[in-house]
């Protein structure tokens, strides 16, 4: 990896370091993808598919799989405590980094992010298979999930709120400003009322994105964060989006790339609070 002077550059691996490690048994490649059916027409070799609806969200409840789902999750893909996981995706891995965040509410550490994504495998002409993978079952031990670093529910975004922490609205500027309820060229659903929380800054989750869907240097992470919106390290900052994926990108930048020690994910999202009884919104 070329280094962009990131805080934990061992986070993220290239392509080139994919290419030599397919055939290593301690690694694991897993594809999360917007479109879920893109991994059926062609993704790495030996790569299997996480389904973000399916396999990291309650069927029933408005939450994530808890202890045991996940436990089963990773000992049907063949996964092991000791198993290092390499996510990769569509879009600038807006999906993969969801995924990787999710995995991290249960604590799997051993966790990387392919810069550049599914793209950037594809734009270098590297090999891709529609053959699915078969790994023999393994053993895995899942702590109890722990939402309580990286995630917040409503009650603790009103409480970070009406402190005056700084909240960073990572959709697009047409959505924060209530013009939509999604990003252009997507059903405009989700939620009752369009605009923001009061308070938030706007940061588009993909200006953190270079156009081959790699991520930019952290001078020019900290040129939008901190030069354009005065946040700093040491600020308690939530992110959110529409269901908290766009955000988990940026939770991912701020807190790996750029070494901030107090982000959190508010995947209620405006889902949440644009259809919540009482709650006010600016546009």
């Not at 966790?111 to 734009?123: S, Y």
């Not at 895995?140 to 603790?156: E, G, K």
């Amino acid at each position: 990896m070329v280094d962009k002077g990131y805080a934990n550059p061992d986070v993220l691996v290239s392509t080139d370091w994919v290419a030599e490690h397919l055939n290593d048994e301690t690694i694991r490649l897993l594809e999360s993808n917007e479109d879920v059916l893109l991994y059926d027409t062609g993704h790495i070799p030996g790569a299997q598919k996480i389904d973000w609806h399916d396999d990291l969200n309650n069927p029933v409840v408005r939450d994530y799989v808890g202890q045991e789902q996940f436990q089963a999750l990773m000992e049907r893909l063949g996964i092991s405590n000791d198993t290092t996981l390499v996510f990769y995706g569509d879009k600038s891995n807006w999906w993969a980094t969801y995924a990787y965040w999710v995995f991290q509410l249960f604590g799997h550490t051993k966790a990387k992010v392919l810069d550049g994504g599914r793209q950037k495998w594809i734009d270098e002409g590297r090999t891709l298979t529609t053959e699915t993978p078969a790994y023999a079952a393994a053993s895995y031990s899942a702590p109890a999930r722990d939402d309580s670093a990286i995630r917040v529910l409503l009650t603790q975004v009103l409480a970070h709120r009406d402190a005056g922490k700084p909240l960073v609205d990572v959709r697009s500027p047409a959505e924060y400003a209530g013009e939509l309820l999604h990003m252009a060229d997507y059903p405009q659903e989700g939620s009752l009322r369009g605009g923001h929380i009061s308070g938030a800054r706007n940061v588009p989750w993909a200006r953190a994105a270079n156009d081959d869907g790699t991520f930019k240097s952290a001078d020019e992470l900290r040129a939008i964060y901190e030069d354009e919106q005065g946040l700093s390290a040491d600020d308690d900052i939530v992110a959110y989006c529409r269901i908290g994926e766009r955000s988990s990108h940026s939770w991912f930048v701020l807190t790996h790339l750029l070494g901030y020690k107090n982000v959190r994910n508010y995947d209620g999202s405006w889902t949440e609070w644009g259809n919540a009884v009482g709650l006010p919104i600016e546009k």
